[in-house]
Structure formats: C-alpha cells, structure tokens
C-alpha cells in the first residue's frame, strides 16, 4: 500500500509499501482515490499545530471505493466520509454533536489520514455520493459540508443581507450555500483574483477591504440598516470587531477562523442590537445536505479547483500553495 507521511515540518515522505489498515468491528475498509489538500493540513505541514503528533499521515477531505461488502455497503460502491471520530458516548455525543464530542478528533489531523490507498472507517460516517461526480469532485464534498454547518448554525432567512469575510474554499461554499437560502450576499477579500471568484459563483458584491472603504460598501449594500448575516471564515480579531459594528439589529455573526489574539468586543453592541455570535466547528452530520447539493448540481466545486497531483507529487502540491497561495484555491491529490 502506499502512503505519503509528514515526517517533519514541511517534509511528506512517499511510502510504497506502508502496512494495509486492519479493520474492527463496524469498519469499512474504503480504498482512497482523492483527497483534498485543506487550509488544515497546509497549517499542520508548516509545523504550526500543536495537537498534531508526527509523524502523521494527512488528510481528510477525501472520495473512495468501499473495497469489502460490510452492511449497507457493496465492494465498488463510490464513497465519502465525514472525518470527524467522535466516541458516542459522552454527552455531547448523546445529545446529537458529535463535532463537539470531549475527545473529538478529525482524520488526518489528530489520527492518521486518507494520503494512503486503503483507511478504515466507521460505517455511519460513510455515504454513497450521486453517480454523476468525479472523485476529484467528490473529495470537495467534506469542505462544503463545513459550509453547510456555518449556514445552519446561522439560521439564515431568505431575503436577508449577508456578508462572508474571506473568498478561499470554505468562504465561497458559504457564498453559495447562502444563495442557494436566497440571500444576497457580499464577499470581502484581499485578493482581487479570489473576488472575481466570488462574482463568479454569484456574489452580489465584492469588496477588496484593502483599496475600498468595506464600511462605506456595507451601508450601501443595506441601506445602512446593516447586515443580517456575518461570516467570519478567516480568523481576525479586526474582523470580529468590524462585525460587531457592521450587524444589523437582531444579526448573527458565525466565527470559523480563529486567532489566539482575542477580539476587543464591546459589550453594548451586543445588548443594543441583541446580536447572535456563535462559534461553528467542523459539521454536524451535514453530509445529507451536501449530498443534496452536489447530487442537483447546485454548487460548482469544479470552480475552486486549481490543480490536481498524484500521490507521488503530493511534496510538491504543498509548496505548491506555500509558493502561490493568493492564487491557489484548492489541490486535490489522485490516488
């Protein structure tokens, strides 16, 4: 079997003949054929997590074939899997988030990953995936599902006035997954190749934060009654600020990113404008829904996709991003 290791900051070793995986009770084994390189793996490849014990084997945004008959599942069905490994018994997990289980890990961060050509898995976080998708576009499936999460938590109506901070991967399945709610929606970037992304999958403005005033676009946008709906998909206490100012009466601020530097938030906006701020981690058994999604070619991950590596180069996919990552949205690694 082969495999691709972090064996070091910045060092993936190509494994060709890496132990297969044994599989427990309940376990689908499922034989990798792509697998999306996450904002995620980037930050622990750079040496920059932590909770991250190498050596490791990356990756969890990934598509497959189940390779035994287990259940519900035939050998050759086409697959994905929802990363988060929960325990089911805490009372997170009994009370129906497994996200926010005690001892909640993901694949390929926390435990070894999908870089490899077999994994073992439990069978209810597998899904058959609609029949019309590539792997390559298959393996997109999870990062959607992290948008799907950041929506529902908003509980988003339709009609309202959003504005989702940051146009990488995860920030533009939110545009969609918004517009999809029928909301109109603003994208603020840095990057002008990332906003002309966003106008591309629908984008009812977007605004470069470094050469327009976003304040003076915002009141435009609304009216200058304010925003219903605010993400934060980069992880900036500026930006958490500016959101706290930027909220209509009664808004929602969803966090994602985050920075170990904390926001300054006053207090009363919050009191004055009764605001929701929530936090979103990972998903929520929202594979359903994606599915849903991709299955009526309402989304179009195929837009975000800026180049594809075989196994062997997945060294070089990484400084790929690390020497172009303005203009690098998502790699997906083949197997």
Known sequence: MRSAKLVAPQKIEFVPDAPEPKTGPGQVLVRVKAVGICGTDVHVWRGERPDVVLPRVMGHEFSGLVETDLGKFKKGDKVVVDPVVSCGTCVSCKRGYPNLCSTVKCLGVQVEGAFRDLIAVPEEKVYRYPKNLSFVQASMIEPYSIASEVIFRGVPISGEKALVFGA??????ILEGLKLKGLSVMVADFVDSRLAKARELGADRAVNGKTEDLAQAVKSFTEDFGLDFIVDAVGSPKIMESAIEMAAPGGRVVVLGFNPTPAQV???????????VMGTRMNCNRFPEVLEWFGGNKVHPDAVLSAVYPLEKIQSAFEHIAEDPENTLKIVITL
């Open 168 to 173: 990488g991967p995860i920030g533009l399945g």
């Open 266 to 276: 006053p207090e009363l906006f919050l009191v004055r404008k009764e605001l929701k």
